[in-house]
């Protein structure tokens, strides 16, 4: 038997790393390079982060339709195409805003006295071209897993699809990973802009590959019958399923909100995804800002990867806590995931820590290994939160209220990302008038965010608790 699905795996895995890559090029950047350049404040950032956020929760609700509807090869191609286009066009946004100004050039741009009105236009052009770059990226970038996922699908029977997923999967975790180990180094070397059209430019390689290695399997020249044969092992099973599936009552999405279960998953998603992406968005600037160490520093780049590490490690768990509870002491699936919820929900209050731990002994390593375990505390119940919704819902149901959860989630990340940047601009600019809990100025705005970040799990849980107490699926 041939093993061409394996290949076609690895470049899923690839295409994800890229993925996480290009979105982090911004956050990796922003303090050294884009700020000073383009006389930027946090607030400014804080838009653009939150812009992200909303617009790619948004165009998350149609990818996976349009990957149907343009077939797996085809679907793929355009959206990581776009995603990479989307990523190198931030490399012409200082250009453009030059130009579009009247300065000429970017060392003009960066001669221009800070507060003046010329830096407020060229921060409100660049901001306003950066909006553009990050919403091409954010359309591009949500066609990535319902594309996989559809691999997946078409290539593996089913038990070795939760296998192949884990793989692809993986590739968000290294490229978190990579990130700092690359794309700093990049922007010192070359210029911020290469640094973004080398990494976006990945992208374009990969198209090149995936045009030439896939194919559905039937008209694979690659898999020959036996590996055929083995991946359709489960046609029959399937296919009763389906119809099954299609006999099986839908529930509409206006319906979908009677229901406490779905404003239990609501309330999980909009309290806690914004947590995860501040940490993504926004620990190398705090790690600039509060310790001096850049990105572009030996110090930043360690102190990123151990953070993301530690997300990596720890969170590999979050799926088998709640089989424990399950297989071992008897509980239902709800009940068991509930509790391992209630666990994961206390990681995050390490971030409460983060910001005295680092003062009191004058390191950054204390706040990245708190921070890396409150995110990882965040990708566990991320991943046991998202299983709530086969618990309660019907299989018709599941789509819809991901899709609501997931709206939901990008609203609660807009907002804290946009809060956070306008928080830590008036706190800088307040210097010690701003104090919170014995820290002042811009360490008492990352306090109060880390507050916030730490608290949202456990009034999550809370709530969700409260709205459905006990087991109880929903019949139609």
Not at 8 to 16: D, H, K, Q, Y
Not at 33 to 53: L, M, R, V
Not at 97 to 112: E, F, K, P, Q, W
Not at 215 to 230: G, Q, R
Request: with cysteine.
């Amino acid at each position: 038997m041939t093993n061409w699905r394996w290949w076609l795996c690895s470049l899923l895995f690839v295409a994800t790393t890229v993925n996480y890559l290009d979105r982090q090029v911004l956050s990796l950047t922003y303090e050294e390079f884009i700020k000073p350049e383009f006389h930027w404040t946090d607030a400014n950032y804080g838009t653009i982060t939150s812009f992200f956020s909303i617009f790619y929760a948004i165009a998350c609700l149609f990818a996976g339709k349009f990957v149907d509807w343009m077939g797996t090869k085809k679907g793929y191609l355009i959206a990581i195409g776009v995603w990479s286009g989307g990523a190198c066009l931030h490399a012409a946004c200082g250009w453009a805003t030059a130009h579009l100004t009247g300065m000429g050039s970017v060392a003009a741009m960066r001669a221009v006295e800070i507060g003046s009105n010329a830096a407020l236009a060229i921060s409100a052009t660049s901001v306003w071209l950066f909006l553009l770059c990050r919403g091409i990226l954010a359309l591009g970038e949500a066609g990535n897993f319902p594309a996989a996922i559809k691999v997946t699908a078409e290539y593996y029977p089913k038990k070795d699809r939760a296998f192949a997923t884990s793989i692809f999967n993986a590739g968000a975790s290294v490229g978190a990973l990579a990130a700092p180990l690359c794309i700093p180094p990049l922007a010192k070397a070359l210029g911020w802009e290469w640094a973004f059209i080398i990494i976006g430019g990945l992208g374009f390689l990969w198209m090149f590959f995936w045009q030439f290695m896939y194919d559905k399997p039937e008209k694979s020249k690659h898999v020959n019958e036996a590996e055929l044969e083995y991946i359709h092992q489960d046609d029959a099973a399937e296919a009763a399923e389906k119809a099954a599936l299609a006999a099986e009552k839908t529930i509409p999405m206006l319906q979908c909100f009677k229901y406490k279960q779905t404003w239990a998953f609501i309330v999980g998603k909009f309290f806690t995804d914004g947590v995860w992406w501040f940490f993504l968005f926004w620990a190398p600037s705090y790690f600039s800002n509060q310790f001096q160490a850049p990105a572009t520093s030996g110090l930043g780049q360690a102190l990123i990867f151990t953070l993301y590490a530690i997300v990596t490690a720890v969170s590999i768990g979050g799926g088998y806590l709640p089989k424990i509870f399950v297989d071992k002491k008897g509980m239902n699936p709800y009940a068991g995931r509930m509790l391992a919820m209630l666990i994961f929900a206390f990681f995050p209050l390490c971030a409460l820590m983060a910001q005295p731990m680092g003062v009191h002994f004058n390191t950054p390593w204390w706040p990245a290994i708190l921070i890396g375990l409150a995110a990882a505390g965040h990708q566990a119940w991320s991943a046991n939160l998202f299983s709530t919704i086969g618990d309660m819902f019907p299989k018709g149901a599941i789509a819809t209220v991901t899709g609501i959860g997931a709206m939901a989630g990008g609203v609660g990340s807009m907002i804290i990302q946009k809060a956070a940047g306008n928080l830590f601009t008036y706190a800088e600019n307040a210097g010690a008038a701003f104090t919170f809990l014995g820290f002042e100025g811009k360490p008492a705005g990352y306090f109060i965010v880390f507050c916030f970040c730490g608290l949202a799990y456990l009034i999550a849980w809370s709530i969700m608790k409260a709205l459905v107490p006990k087991y109880k699926p929903i019949e139609v």
